[in-house]
């Protein structure tokens, strides 16, 4: 357990809802150079996602509870099957067609940076490394997830303010309410149960940067986007054998 754990926690998840404002920011005020980026942004991010969930949480929580591959699992559907029902059941409706394209995205969006806000509480509960090392992959998705949010929004038909207002609530203001809400809870937890927890925000953590990154950036391919990945990768390992 850390000491003034609670202000560390809550530090790091409010830096990540500060970086998701600058991304919409950006993407509001210098539009052009934002789009650009993203797709780099995205790479690099899922790279330290990937690495970091596979060579550290994931074997972490394996140590602590002897079922995590059960919860892993669990953690990954779970996103995995949110995703889908928000978007049979939003787009489905002919009257909301117009906004479909970006409210599908806001409300899964909202509802992972909400996560993400239980996983700083989960991680560095664990311990100052593990919460470290997610802090990380998370503060470097959350640039993206800013400008992906807002220019979903603004393509869907909505005004700019408006466009700001919900990508900002959703995006960014989520991850440190939920590190608010869950941190009383999470830092008095049996090991187990934070294992399987850890466990199941691997899960999400894998999906959010294999699934729900590296896709996205596929479909817009740059000359040097394999090399903005392997650098995430890179990065990731050199963190974990050096502090391992």
């Given at each position: 357990m850390i000491e003034n754990g609670f202000g560390i926690t809550f530090a790091a998840s409010l830096l990540a809802g500060i970086i998701t404002t600058t991304g919409?920011?950006?993407m509001r005020r210098f539009e052009r150079w934002a789009r650009e980026q993203t797709t780099y942004f995205a790479c690099f991010a899922a790279g330290i996602l990937i690495a970091v969930s596979f060579l550290h949480l994931v074997p972490t929580s394996f140590d602590m509870n002897p079922q995590a591959p059960i919860y892993l699992f669990s953690g990954y559907m779970a996103i995995h099957l949110l995703n889908r029902f928000l978007t049979v059941y939003v787009c489905d409706k002919p009257k909301t067609a117009s906004y479909a394209f970006g409210l599908v995205p806001l409300i899964g969006i909202g509802f992972h940076s909400l996560i993400d806000g239980?996983?700083?509480?989960?991680?560095f509960n664990v311990s100052v490394f593990t919460g470290t090392m997610a802090a990380l992959g998370m503060v470097l998705h959350e640039f993206p997830e800013g400008v992906?949010?807002?220019?979903l929004l603004i393509r869907s038909g909505f005004s700019r303010q408006k466009g700001f207002l919900l990508s900002f609530f959703a995006a960014?203001?989520?991850?440190?309410?939920?590190?608010?809400?869950s941190y009383p809870l999470i830092s008095?937890?049996?090991p187990q149960v934070l294992g399987a927890m850890l466990a199941l925000s691997s899960g999400a953590l894998i999906y959010v940067g294999a699934t729900h990154l590296l896709p996205r950036a596929e479909n817009e391919p740059r000359r040097y986007s394999l090399l903005a990945f392997l650098a995430g990768i890179v990065i990731a390992l050199t963190i974990v054998f050096s502090s391992g």
């Amino acid at each position: 357990m850390i000491e003034n754990g609670f202000g560390i926690t809550f530090a790091a998840s409010l830096l990540a809802g500060i970086i998701t404002t600058t991304g919409i920011l950006s993407m509001r005020r210098f539009e052009r150079w934002a789009r650009e980026q993203t797709t780099y942004f995205a790479c690099f991010a899922a790279g330290i996602l990937i690495a970091v969930s596979f060579l550290h949480l994931v074997p972490t929580s394996f140590d602590m509870n002897p079922q995590a591959p059960i919860y892993l699992f669990s953690g990954y559907m779970a996103i995995h099957l949110l995703n889908r029902f928000l978007t049979v059941y939003v787009c489905d409706k002919p009257k909301t067609a117009s906004y479909a394209f970006g409210l599908v995205p806001l409300i899964g969006i909202g509802f992972h940076s909400l996560i993400d806000g239980v996983i700083f509480s989960i991680s560095f509960n664990v311990s100052v490394f593990t919460g470290t090392m997610a802090a990380l992959g998370m503060v470097l998705h959350e640039f993206p997830e800013g400008v992906l949010t807002y220019a979903l929004l603004i393509r869907s038909g909505f005004s700019r303010q408006k466009g700001f207002l919900l990508s900002f609530f959703a995006a960014a203001a989520t991850t440190p309410i939920g590190t608010a809400l869950s941190y009383p809870l999470i830092s008095n937890v049996d090991p187990q149960v934070l294992g399987a927890m850890l466990a199941l925000s691997s899960g999400a953590l894998i999906y959010v940067g294999a699934t729900h990154l590296l896709p996205r950036a596929e479909n817009e391919p740059r000359r040097y986007s394999l090399l903005a990945f392997l650098a995430g990768i890179v990065i990731a390992l050199t963190i974990v054998f050096s502090s391992g």
